[in-house]
């Protein structure tokens, strides 16, 4: 926490003096932004170290991941915190108080009504706040569908118990929205107004995180000019910055051509794109396309500030944070999110466009064979590799040579122009089939 390269550690800083002030706070951020590497951070030995030092006693931050609740509903919520409760803080309590815990935590798992459930949780947190040395804080990550799914009484349980150890009990929450916008109704505000002047945007990697993270990939030809570049190209995002710098850092050292073009045919990147994209609503796309068209037509104020609350604009640039996003979400504007040239192949879907134009649907076998050249854009895939992803090692020895070329010929007579004079994918002589990312020039 004290490491000025760590991400985000300025940022964990001041979640942690609100906690010392016995503050509750909440998290807000799209996917990938790194909630989760915070919430952890927040959850490790030098955050408790920062706390003691500015609260003058101790204070365990208990790290919750609410994607393993085994189920969506309040007695999982419940069964996850003290199972989360129990993997920290089992060698650090008085036997007889962890002893207690695990009773309450299997009374909770064995309970056969929600409201037993949480007569047992809020007897363990009731017990922990009483006889614990310490603060006890809460950090609930992934905390979208459980905070969707909790019953009113659940909300007002966690309510009151904040409420009845104020001095000793505060949560952090991480969403990708607002609480308040998550479930809109009345009756969780006593829940959410804990936050409501202490709900925070998730920020962007500052500059020195950003190459700290590169730094930690460790990957053999991500050179400083090429971590400049995938700067440049995925913004301080750290999802898409990661999913850049994998594909750079295993270029050839010698490789040649348009970085941007590379990175933005490539899957890991177009489907951190898309995992933004599927969380915005109509209004937020329809902002970031005019953004991204027509770069000189402002944005109203407010809708401004709210893309950039979503880690989507750059505040004082004005600008989409990532250069491949805004090609991305330009694409998606004009109507297409495919290259001008060549052979694009959406996996989410299945859909295969060729120049700019949708082709028929391919049989299982004709898409299995592009889906495994398209994945190895410009290698050489020999027979043996084609036959055993396409058909599986057990055909090795019934699929002969014919049946690999007359499946490369069906394929051909739907993405090539003219099939006998291939641009797209071509043969390697007594090698193998390579599909090509720039068009073949016809001789």
């Given at each position: 926490m004290t490491q000025v390269n760590q991400p985000f550690s300025n940022f964990a800083r001041q979640i942690l003096h609100d906690l010392t002030a016995g503050r509750s706070t909440s998290i807000v951020g799209l996917s990938n932004t790194g909630k989760?590497?915070?919430m952890r951070g927040l959850s490790g030995p030098q955050a408790e170290k920062?706390?003691?030092a500015e609260r003058h006693r101790p204070g365990r931050l208990i790290y919750v991941d609410c994607n393993q609740a085994v189920a969506i509903s309040a007695q999982a919520f419940y069964e996850?915190?003290?199972r989360s409760l129990l993997e920290r803080l089992g060698e650090l309590i008085p036997r007889e108080l962890a002893s207690k815990l695990r009773d309450h935590h299997q009374a909770v798992t064995e309970a056969e009504t929600s409201f037993a459930a949480s007569l047992s949780f809020n007897l363990a947190l009731t017990e922990l706040c009483e006889q614990m040395n310490g603060d006890l804080c809460l950090l609930f990550d992934e905390f979208d569908e459980i905070y969707a799914a909790l019953d009113d009484r659940a909300l007002l349980n966690l309510r009151a118990l904040r409420d009845r150890f104020m001095n000793r009990l505060t949560y952090v929450t991480a969403t990708i929205r607002s609480l308040p916008n998550i479930r809109?109704?009345?009756?969780?505000?006593?829940?959410?107004e804990l936050f409501s002047h202490t709900t925070y945007p998730m920020p962007f990697l500052e500059m020195d995180e950003a190459k700290y993270l590169l730094k930690m990939l460790d990957l053999p030809h991500l050179t400083t000019e090429r971590q400049k570049a995938c700067i440049e190209m995925a913004g301080l995002h750290p999802g898409l910055l990661i999913a850049v710098a994998q594909f750079v850092g295993k270029l050839a050292e010698d490789w040649v051509g348009d970085l941007l073009r590379a990175v933005s045919r490539e899957p890991q990147p177009r489907a951190e794109c898309l995992k933004i994209w599927g969380q915005l609503t109509e209004d937020e796309q329809s902002a970031l396309v005019t953004m991204a068209i027509d770069q000189s037509e402002g944005l109203p104020a407010q809708l401004h500030d709210h893309l950039v609350g979503l880690g989507l604009v750059y505040k004082k640039e004005r600008k989409i944070f990532s250069e491949i996003f805004a090609e991305f979400v330009a694409r998606r504007g004009r109507g297409s999110d495919i290259e001008a040239e060549g052979v694009y192949l959406d996996a989410d879907s299945g859909d295969v466009w060729v120049s700019g134009v949708r082709i028929p649907v391919l049989t299982?076998?004709?898409f299995r064979l592009l889906k495994l050249l398209?994945?190895?854009?410009?290698?050489?895939?020999?027979?043996?590799?084609?036959?055993?992803?396409v058909w599986g090692e057990s055909y090795l020895g019934e699929v002969d040579d014919a049946r690999v070329e007359k499946l490369v010929s069906r394929l051909r007579?739907?993405?090539?122009?003219d099939p006998a004079n291939p641009i797209y994918l071509v043969t390697q002589r007594g090698r193998g089939y390579k599909l090509l990312s720039e068009v073949r020039k016809k001789s």
């Open positions: 989760s590497t915070l920062q706390y003691m996850i915190v003290l809109g109704r009345s009756i969780e505000g006593e829940f959410a299982d076998l004709e398209y994945e190895r854009r410009d290698k050489i895939t020999d027979k043996y590799r084609i036959v055993t992803a007579s739907k993405i090539e122009p």
